[in-house]
Each structure stands twice: as C-alpha cells, then as structure tokens.
C-alpha cells in the first residue's frame, strides 16, 4: 500500500470524525437548509457533473465495458433532477436524531430517557451508480453522521464532481467541513484502508454485488452491516388462491429481475403441482423467464431445464427461475433456511396455521403472506428512503431508512444518587 | 492451527445452529422450565462443580497466579447459590421473543408488523470467572439464542463442568441438543477460529480486558459487540452542590475501582477548583487512592502526583484516580470527548443550560447528571440482569439485556398484493 493512499484515507477519516461531533449537535432546520442547497446546487451545477459524468462514460466506453454497466453509471437531465429530488425528499422526512425511544424511573428516583443520537462515521463502499452518492451524503447527513464515500473506480469523476458540489453547497449553510468526504484515488488499496480505520469509522457499509460484500465482511474491522444479497423464495401452499399466486409469483420474478428482493426460487406444494404449475409456467416463459426445475415439476413444465444442487443457492439477478415441488410448508421452511440468504420470503395460503408456522420458522428480514416479495424496500415501507436493505441479524434489518442510520444514548438524571 | 481443534469449534458451532432453529420457537414456558431444571441442577450437582473448580484452582496455585485471579475463579456454596439464583432470575423476565416493537398498514393496504426475534448464534468469549457460564446460558436461551462459550483456559474444568450439567439439566425439560456448547480445548486457536464462523455464528461478544477485547475486534469477521472498556469522568461544574459532588466522586471512584463503570478521571471547574479539591482530595487519600493531577489541580491537592499524558487515557481500575482543572463545561467535554471510552460519564452541575450541552455533546453510552457513573449496569438499569455493557455504537449501546440479545423481522401481510 503506498503512503500516499493511507495518508488520504486517513486524513479524510479524521476530517468525517471532527465533523461527526459538529453534526450531531445540528438542528433540524440546520441540516434542512443544508439538504435543500445541496438539491439546488446539483441542478444549477448540472453541466460541471455531466461533464464530469462524460469523462467516466468515455473511459467505460473504452474500456469496452457492456452496455448495462453503462447504462448505470451515465447521468443525464432526468437523473440529475431525481438526484436532486431525493435531497428534498430527505430534507422533508423527521429527524430521527433527539427522537425519545425509551424511558422509565428507577426505585431509586434516577430518571433514565433513552435519546436517538447519530451514529457518527459512516463508510459506504460502493460500485458504479454515481446516484449513491446523493443518495448516501443526503441520509447520512439527516441522521447527524460524517460519511466517507468510496465509490468504484468506472464513476471516479462523477463522484469527485458530485462531492465537490454538495460540500460547496453545504459549507455556506452551515455543513461542517469534512462532513461529506469522497476518497478520490482508484487504487484498490483504499477500500482496504477504510476497513481498518477503527478509530474513525464506527460502521461500514458496502452496496454492491456480493463479491463486493462478501470481501468487505471478510476483512473488515471496522463493524460491517452486510446488505443486498437476497435469493428470495415464494411458496405455493395446497391452499393458496392460485389465481392470485400466478400475479404473485410473475410479479416477484419479472416486474424488476434485476434487484435484490425478486424472487428466485418458486416452491410448490405437490398437491396443487400439476394445477399450478402448467399454467404459471407458461406466463414465466412468454415474459421470457428461463425455468430450472427439480424431477417432479418437470413433470407439469415441459419448457424447463433440470435444476442442479448450485441452482437452490444462486441468485439469478435476472430471468430465470429454479422450481421445486414440496411435500408440505415444513419442507418449504426447510429449504428456505438452508438456502435463503435471510432477506425476503413468501408464503401464498389461506391456511391460518401454515401463515403461522412459516412466519414464525423462517429466517429471514420479511416475511410476507399472500403478497410480493418486491416490497422489501425503504420508501415501499414508508421510511420515504433507504440506505440498503441489511440481511445480517446485529443492528438493522430489512430496509435501513434514517432511523437505522441512528445509535442511542441513556441520559440519567439524579439528585446526588450515589451507589450503595 | 491443528485440525482436532478445527473440527471441535465447528462441530460445536454446527450443532449450536441447528439448535438456534429449534430455540427460536420454543414459548415461554418452555425456556422457563429449562431455567429452573437447569438452576436445581446447579444446587443438586454442587458436589461435582466444586470438585472441577478445585481441579482449576489448584493448577492456578501450581502456575503461582495471584490472589485476585484466584478469588475470581473459586466457587464456593454461596457462589453456586449465586448462580442457580441468576437463572431462575431470568425464568421471572418476561419474554423478548415475540414482542411486537412496532406496526403500521400501507396505503396499499399491506400490514407491517415488526416483531422480536432471537439472534441466532452468539459467541463468547471470556475470562476466569465460571459465573459467566451460567449468566451467559442463561441470558441467551431466554432470548431464544444458542450460545457457544470459549472461556478462559484457568477456569477449563469448571466451565465444562458447568456445562454438562446445564445441558443434563435441560435436555429432558426440551433443551435442543447443542443450544449450550462449551469449547473445551484450551488450545488459543479454539477462539480465533470461533471468530471466523461467519456461517455459524451471528456474534461474538468478548468479556473481560481491554486486551481480549481489543484482539477479538481486530481478528473476528463474525459481527463483534465490543463490551466493557471504561475511562469514565465526572466533571464538577462550577454551579455544583459541592457537598453532593463529594459524595458522587468518592462513590464513582471507591465504591468497587475494579469495574468498567468506576470514575477514572476527575474534572473540576476553575472556578470551584481552591474550595472542592482540597476536601475531596482529603477523603480520596484517606481511602487510598493514589491521586494523578495536572498542573493547577496541584496547587489544591498537595498529596498529588503529576500526571502524564498517559494517564488521561488510562482505565486504571483500581485505587487511581486522575484530576484535572478545566476552564469550562466546554472544555470538559472536549476532554471526554478526546480520551473517553463512550461508557459512562457524569456532570455535576446546578446549571440547566451545562447539563443539556453536557448530556447531548458528550459521546457516551450513558451521561449522568448528578448522579455516580456506577449505575449503569443492567440490574441498576431495571433489565433484571446483563451480558455486558456495550461501548460501540451499532446494534447495541451501555447495559445488555434480553432485548439486546434479540433481532427483529418484518411480517408483511397483504391479499395477493402485487409491485406496480
């Protein structure tokens, strides 16, 4: 690792830490005022951040990158105002900083409130959407925290660009100088930096592929919260109302293949098989949906291909479907636990107690009932944002909004109390 | 690493896995019935634990080890009392699996509810004393959790002893097979590989000295609560009541100095500094402690040694105690802010205006008004007993109880509802 990457690591993450105590202390009104400069800067700055954007897409370009990753990383008119869009959206949200969570008086007479308070510096690795960028500054910052951005090396000019413009925006509005820090080198190095600064950064979190998340969680020290990764399942009990299970499970698959929260493995019940499966399968291959199927749904699904043990454990991330035909929900339940990746899990009854059970056994940060996985999401769940979904069990599960981005502090007030 | 240690910490963590599953859905009155078996067995067996600790104690008197070390590992009738009396403690607390801490419905009609789940697997690794054994057990099967224990090599004997008869103890009453397991070897790689089980285990949390806890941070890629580090301060405020100042010091100082929550360092206004010092420092050396000042609290406290740098960054836990003069609440809370641990830490003030600045500047778990920093610890705190006190930030913040020992899911409940 050279000197000079550890020296800009390290220096942007003491810059976030002496922000960190300066934002915390900030007003509502305060960071509003910041929040809402920031959109307005990024729109009447639009040609300095395209232009920076341009240079990105050129390299991608000539690096030969496919079209979708470009895709990603390309900024136009539309996504710089949904950039913008997104602070204001952030900006009218409640503080959750100051929130009251708890409180009780003990025997004794000491008064205990138990205070939302920032979390303090927040880390976020990410790859090529130069919207995270907005997206992570705008959160972190209503929620009271420095946050130090590493984003990948394909969208280093626009994100370099979109960190200037937010900080020039914000210092007049009263932002704390380094509350919004880019790390600008591309060498690998830096994120391994990053994961090791302890003594600055009190959480980290990647966004991206699970390679990415995977690698993070291996070698931080820093406290990791794991996101993303979801191999979702939707299970088709004897009872389910079918018509409404075909919606369902087409819906989880294909409304959006691409994200986190679609459904990659359909269960069915092996009683309800040869009803459902002909014609959900006909559906799924018309919307161009690839099926994997185990030996007994090949029986009702003539399109598919044999699935193979990797099968259960992959997420697609795009259009195909493993199938599997379950002798009951304790089967579903079992294979959604040794398979799943704890994220988000249906199961498609009219049967109170199966609800029950599969509610109760499975593992996961959603569990849904007669309804699409696809809602696992921050503004779907009315927290109006989202930082990611975690699929870890410690601090935050499920979609992480404002109130995921906070800690807490017990503030005890007494007369003298002393201990006996 | 050798490959018999490697095999018994994963096997261990393996069948404390499929445990959690079973745990997880255990009611109340299951666990309480374990609790209760496993406490009378305690009593019952008391004959055998003693003879294991024996075995303990008198290897650490062959290895010379000092009296207090000793004291923290013996058992004695009263201590196994103790700890049957700890278990059945945790029978009488109320159930935080199933807690509904949060519901709303959607404007498309989906119903969110957010519910209390255990966390899995927790890991821990501790030192000498044996009680823990039975705290930690106690604590995470009631919160549905299986435990994996890797306690210290001085206490080995006792704690499989402990063990065996927990697990004896609760297998007839419906103890899954592995929700108790003991890590036996004394081999150190047993615990670094305990802290690689990201597939098994969901945390870790360390308990014992800073050293232990500073290791597991930096080696573990298991989520870690980091526990129990405290340099505490209380700060005397120009404005306060001296004569309940006196008391607050001498009780956060003297009342146990071998604990996390014990004062470290004392603050004094310069204002107060010529009146308060001098008869705070009289009862100070009558009790023994050593006092470690700076330059001006000298003047005021002939007794005193110079203090070095070093010492305001020094958990001393024991009968020291260092003083500094500081010109105002402000730089109070810049000290602490600086060379603080965010455990515990105490304004002493009249004045409303330094309390609210003191309570929401200061960065600590817990920050006390008028009142000693002894009190936090989970019992103090009302949560009928503890894990440990938690100085990070993510999960977890100041005294652990049953709900921290718990994660949460979101049951999302619709009618065939579908993503636009």
Redesign the interface.
Known sequence: MTAGVIEEVVQKAQRAKAAA?RL??LSRAEKDRILLAMADAIEDRAGFILEANARDVQQAQNRKLSSAPIDRLMLDEKRITAMAQGLRTVAGLADPVGEVIGG?R?PNG?E?TKVR?P??VIGIIYESRPNVTVDAAGLCLKAGNAVVLRGGSDAINSNTALGHVLTEAGLPEGLPEGAVEIIETIDREAAVQLMRL?DYL??LIPRGGGALIRRV??ES?V???ETGEGNCHVYVDASA?LA?AE??V???KC?RPGVCNAAETLLVHRDVARQFLPRVGRRLVELGVELRACDRSRQHLEQAKPAVEEDWATEYLGLSLAVKVVDDAAEAIAHI?RYGTKHSEAILTEDLAN?RRF???V??????????T??TDGE???MGAEIGISN????A??PMGLAELT?????????????A
Chains 1, 2 share one sequence.
């Open positions: 105590a915390a202390t009780w003990l000491l205990i308070v979390l303090g302890t009190d959480v969680k291996e020290t406290p990791v919260i109302d409404a919606e369902i087409v819906n989880a409304q636990n609800a509610t109760r056994e593992d996961a940060a959603v569990v849904y009932v007669n309804a699409s696809r809602f779907q769940f009315g870890q069990k410690l601090h599960r499920g800690s807490y502090k017990y503030v005890v007030t007494g007369e003298g109390h002393v201990r």
